[in-house]
């Protein structure tokens, strides 16, 4: 049989995403290294199979979601190739865990900012392809900050670099950027190179503060940016959300009408933080090492904990400019009371990025509510999605967004820049930009 | 006549860039807006005739130079349209100059870091199209890494809008990094979207250090990475230089065979960094305020102390890893035997980025020369150029180092890009990615 004839170590099972979106493949392949990815993907190229690529499943989209596709697991392409103190980069197979690296790279003094909440799962092929955020990002930006160079596997089966390991490189358009968030739409990434940094040597303290609603956590970011402070990170959470961590992965915070931020900065910032959340706050916590470590373990979990309060999530990711945070709380009141729903809130809130979750066991119009949220971000000049990506779930807000901001023009380049790298429409089909372009 | 009939003021003359590179337009427009920009282009594209727009002429290698192009001034298009204090972004015209721009944001506090030699006349259109880099880009990064959003007037006379001012954003792939760098081959910029910064807090001081030689002006980079110190700026110029700014611009220089550094950082990094120096140096002066900002300005000058010393000049600009600094300046000195030439070197040495200047009368192998010292960078996997982009005069080696370290294949999908995005091929033709794949 022509699968056995690769020689490469194949199964065939179902799997799940994080968000239930199911992962039904003909064959999942093992490949140990690039020249295995080509194989299958020439494989896949000359049969018209779809190929879907699995890092570790924490997509909350439905981006690696299929049905009869070839899935390509990475699990064993999970290497550190070069760890360069003095060019300050990473070189690595993009199935290694992201928390993994970062011990790895933490070891020798540097680290690799972004941090999305699902760090201690994800691989780095997956956060690349979605262009990851997390806490940081408010201060280091996502993973499209962080990427110099990718080897990828083109759909025709050809393996090629893109970009260069260096800062600064002129020759060409920039593909690195175009791969880059590109939800495995247009080949597969078999190594990549990330910038690294030093561990910051100032000292950081966290903060934790009860806030008297999230219109006050609104006006401490906008005091923040007139302030011009830029903080490690700047996370909001509701008293839904630390009510089901308390629950579900006994957090011991404590409960408050208008739930908590998490703000870490460096110890110079803290008497003008303190001026900023005195009229803002109840109560204020200064925290150090491994308390500050144990909030943020928990602020990440927030997602897990909520996900054990119904049977189903969608997990929103609007982002609006910091400027309009105020009225886009405001209007997700709105939601809450035309629905008659609550929507927990968890919020990377110092980059105006907001995470409503609609949790529901039955719920006939879970998704009209989901595109009536989205909808806010695109009406306030904001985005459909800051850092989860599109997948399935989000095309149809994407179109909307693009042909309200951007112009339909622009979506037409996308779906044919998808075209021209991928004519056969075997990478990831059916999702993304060439879905967003169909529901246009 | 049809050109009077689109009602836009417009001129014909010859001009000269920067580097001596021949502007013979058909016609100079001078727009006033987007709408004015649009019916140039429709214009042109009916008629299939290559548009060039031009900015301050500041372009080191020919991407603005043309033959019976229509060129488009953006002198009048040059405003401010909006400062955002809180949404840390700044809404320009891309006919601003970039020193004008930066002293209205540092009345904010505010600061759009990329600073190319050329900042006081060069305007932030060209740089964005450049992808420019500068002294600061050793921290900041180039222009790139600045860009939140475009608006474009494509080659079929469309205004879009690419991405969004946003500092995340995962609707669509990202077209933003693929028009920033692209030499104006695939739209005409009008409106930029700047991401800006607060002001540096802390107290930065400048040491000027007098090098033994260039070896050990790489040394001392090389010590900064492994002590994990992030300079504000780190240049190098060697003495030929200073010998040519004492002499042109009365620069008032110190003469001293090794060359000398000029190194700006925090105060605390202060004590590291004598100790860096100490066996590299032959004498350190520490200078801050005013008397810091004239040594900016003198080595922002240096080209044009340069220029006046031939009847021509080619500026290097090639990207090494900071790792092979001191294989690279070896290679160099060898190419200075080799020829019996002096290659008088500028250099942002902090990222790798060296310029090492060829000044010649007549010559009949300096554009041999040029490919040679370009050739290194390739040997040693840098790239041939860091941020002065490729233009005309650096398509052949640009090819040359996408085969060598990407692959053909990458090339021709950005051949197969700037096809798509503009068939009738009229935005800056015969150059850059055009001209690279013709060459390949």
């Not at 966290?206 to 940016?225: C, F, H, P, Q, W």
């Not at 109840?282 to 602020?299: D, H, P, Q």
């Not at 306030?380 to 850092?387: A, N, T």
């Not at 095309?395 to 622009?410: D, F, L, P, T």
């Amino acid at each position: 049989m022509e699968i056995e004839s690769l020689g490469i170590e194949y199964s065939k099972e179902e799997r799940q995403d994080f968000s239930g979106f199911k992962v039904n493949p003909s064959f999942i392949f093992y490949p140990k290294n690039e020249h295995d990815v080509a194989k299958i993907v020439k494989f896949a190229n000359n049969h018209k199979i779809p190929i879907v690529v699995w890092g570790a499943g924490t997509s909350l989209t439905g981006a690696v979601s299929c049905n009869g596709c070839i899935l390509i697991d990475m699990k064993y392409m999970n290497n550190i190739i070069e760890i360069n103190d003095v060019d300050w980069y990473v070189r690595v197979q993009p199935g290694i865990n992201l928390e993994f690296l970062n011990k790895k790279l933490m070891e020798k003094g540097f680290f690799l900012p972004p941090d999305p909440a699902s760090f201690f799962l994800c691989t780095v092929g997956g956060a690349t392809s979605n262009s990851s955020g997390g806490m940081r990002g408010v201060k280091y930006g996502t993973f499209r900050d962080w990427v110099l160079a990718l080897k990828v596997v083109l759909p025709d089966g050809n393996i090629v670099k893109l970009g260069e390991p260096l800062r600064k490189n002129r020759a060409g358009y920039d593909l690195v950027n175009l791969f880059v968030g590109s939800e495995g739409t247009l080949g597969v990434i078999t190594e990549i190179w990330f910038r690294i940094t030093p561990l910051p040597r100032e000292k950081i303290l966290t903060v934790l503060a009860y806030m008297k609603d999230l219109e006050s956590a609104a006006n401490v970011i906008i005091g923040l940016r007139k302030g011009k402070i830029i903080p490690e990170i700047s996370e909001y959470m509701d008293n839904n959300v630390i009510k089901a961590l308390n629950k579900n992965l006994n957090a011991g915070l404590e409960e408050s009408e208008g739930g908590l931020m998490l703000i870490s900065i460096e110890e110079k910032y803290l008497e003008d933080l303190k001026a900023i959340l005195r009229d803002n706050s109840t109560k204020i916590i200064i925290a150090e090492g491994e308390e500050a470590e144990r909030l943020y373990s928990i602020r990440a979990q927030s997602a897990i904990a909520l996900r054990a309060e119904a049977k189903n999530m969608f997990v929103e990711d609007i982002v609006v400019p910091v400027s309009k945070l105020p009225e886009a709380i405001l209007r997700l009141r709105e939601i809450e009371s035309k629905y008659k729903i609550k929507l927990p809130i968890v919020s990377h809130i110092g980059d105006g990025n907001l995470h409503p979750n609609i949790l529901f066991d039955e719920m006939s119009n879970a998704q009209e509510v989901f595109e009536e949220i989205a909808r806010i971000a695109i009406e306030l000049g904001g985005s459909v999605s800051g850092e989860h990506g599109i997948g399935e779930q989000k095309a149809k807000v994407m179109a909307e967004q693009i042909k309200s901001h951007n112009g339909e023009e622009v979506l037409e380049i996308m779906y044919k820049i998808k075209g021209l790298i991928d004519p056969n429409n075997i990478m990831n089909p059916g999702k993304y930009v060439e879905l967003a372009y169909k529901l246009r």
